[in-house]
T-cell receptor
Framework: DGGITQSPKYLFRKEGQNVTLSCEQN?????MYWYRQDPGQGLRLIYY???????QKGDIAEGYSVSREKKESFPLTVTSAQKNPTAFYLC???????????????FGAGSRLTVL | DAKTTQPPSMDCAEGRAANLPCNHS???????VYWYRQIHSQGPQYIIH???NNETNEMASLIITEDRKSSTLILPHATLRDTAVYYC????????????FGQGTTLQVKP
């Protein structure tokens, strides 16, 4: 079945450590996104990529980094510069960059990061 | 993107219709209304979207008022598995695909 796979599902990290969250999709989607969700809150956009080897900052990019070397992969690194990294991280993708209302997002199951 | 206003929580009896309102009074002519839902600790799931006309699919119906300033998502026969946070989002169908998620409405379906 086509979809988005995020790993790990749960991750614990010590303060000062970098951690990388994996996001892989087999939907042949061009665009990919990373969102952060805090308890009881909506989603906030961290980074997005519309094409391989290109990505843009979202609303809360500070302390995060991404890469898009392959169409199917969009890993997110949470660096030690991120002051409050404990959160639920969601990866999403959509088919392309066409100007169509039907171009909707498909989400992965999420990765829950806890900083100890 | 237009701002949306949703009630923070609603209850619905199992088997009854759930009607979730959304106010988007500042919507512009080229902005779509999207609905997603998020079951606890899972990724959001797309439900339906519309521009001007009412829409229906296998999951729900979307009713958009004639002036487009508000809309209602209808789950015709709610089940316990429909308990989730429902997000109403308004945006232009732009190249970036960015969606702004507010806090949504927590729908509790009760037996």
């Amino acid at each position: 079945d086509g979809g988005i796979t995020q790993s790990p599902k749960y991750l614990f990290r010590k303060e000062g450590q970098n951690v990388t969250l994996s996001c892989e999709q087999n939907l042949n989607h061009d665009a990919m996104y990373w969102y952060r969700q805090d308890p009881g809150q909506g989603l906030r956009l961290i980074y997005y990529s519309q094409i391989v080897n290109d990505f843009q900052k979202g609303d809360i990019a500070e302390g995060y980094s991404v890469s898009r070397e392959k169409k199917e992969s969009f890993p997110l690194t949470v660096t030690s510069a991120q002051k409050n990294p404990t959160a639920f991280y969601l990866c999403a993708s959509r088919p392309g960059t066409g100007d169509s209302g039907a171009n909707v997002l498909t989400f992965g199951a999420g990765s829950r990061l806890t900083v100890l | 993107d237009a701002k949306t206003t949703q009630p923070p929580s609603m209850d619905c009896a199992e088997g009854r219709a759930a009607n979730l309102p959304c106010n988007h009074s500042t919507i512009s002519g080229n902005e779509y209304v999207y609905w997603y839902r998020q079951i606890h600790s899972q990724g959001p799931q797309y439900i339906i979207h519309g521009l001007k006309n009412n829409e229906t699919n296998e999951m729900a119906s979307l009713i958009i008022t004639e002036d487009r300033k508000s809309s209602t998502l209808i789950l015709p026969h709610a089940t316990l598995r429909d308990t989730a946070v429902y997000y109403c989002i308004v945006r232009v169908a732009s190249n970036t695909g960015k969606l702004i998620f507010g806090q949504g409405t927590t729908l509790q379906v009760k037996p």
